[in-house]
């Protein structure tokens, strides 16, 4: 059952990212909505979406849809996460730094998940107990065991500038102790790097279900672990989220617990 659903994330992600490649040398110019504080979409965001629902409801027409720009969709217990453009101010700017990220949840499990960078041709994906691919090779996280030349990967909390304080220690404590920690604007792709070694460590505070569904998965099928800041799993539903191998996860977490406050928990 989950092959043919991959594959179709798989479909509607290149399909998406097609859409992306080509409009991406007329970002400049292109009529930008506000949706809030430092919050963006274009009409290309919904473009994209359109087109991934498009295809998923073309074969799955009784599934629902959680999507960044359309919002809710009811169906039945399956669910496509979807976010046609995770990083759409580094698109508007020409930053080569965007993904498409696509997950599906039964019954409230991950069950599958693909982040596409379509300017690099990299397609990560994931199905529940089947590993993690990047462009159908496995991939695994680090097996780092020590902060010392770990490289991190982070968002900052500009959406939530009540967090700034909180976020600021742990950015102090995690540069103090690490190789250093790169901010790429993409939690998908962050996530994603994280799955295949590329980065050895990540944390956000608040981000959307949709920004990390499916790089969620593919940690956890990597090798990886994930948890909110009070070492529970509900980070899908606060939004803040540490994810590493089991081991650099431990280290990452005494590093930022001191500086969670009650709002974070």
Known sequence: MQQPMLNIAVRAAR????ILIRSADKASHLEIENKGKNDFATEID????????????????????????????????????IDPLDGTTNFIHG???????IALKHKGR???????????DELFTAKRGGGAMLNNRRIRVTNLTKMRGALIGTGFPFKVPQHLDAYLGMFKAVTLDSAG???????ALDLAYLAAGR?????????KEWDMAAGILLVKEAGGVATDFSFNDSYLESGNVIAASPRMH???????????????K
């Not at 920690?181 to 939690?187: K, V």
């Open 110 to 120: 991950l069950e599958v998940g693909v982040v596409y960078d379509p300017l690099r």
């Open 95 to 101: 930053f080569p730094q965007y993904a498409v990220s």
């Open 250 to 264: 431990q280290l990452m977490y005494q590093l930022i617990e001191p500086h969670v406050t009650n709002a974070l």
């Open 199 to 207: 980065l050895d460590a990540f944390w956000e505070i608040e981000l």
């Open 15 to 18: 399909a998406a990212g097609d």
């Open 46 to 81: 919904r473009m994209a979406e359109r087109e991934i629902i498009s295809i998923i409801k073309s074969t799955y027409p009784e599934h629902s849809i959680l999507a960044e720009e359309s919002g809710e969709h009811a169906g039945n217990e399956y669910q496509w996460i």
């Open 181 to 187: 920690i790169r901010r790429t604007g993409s939690a």
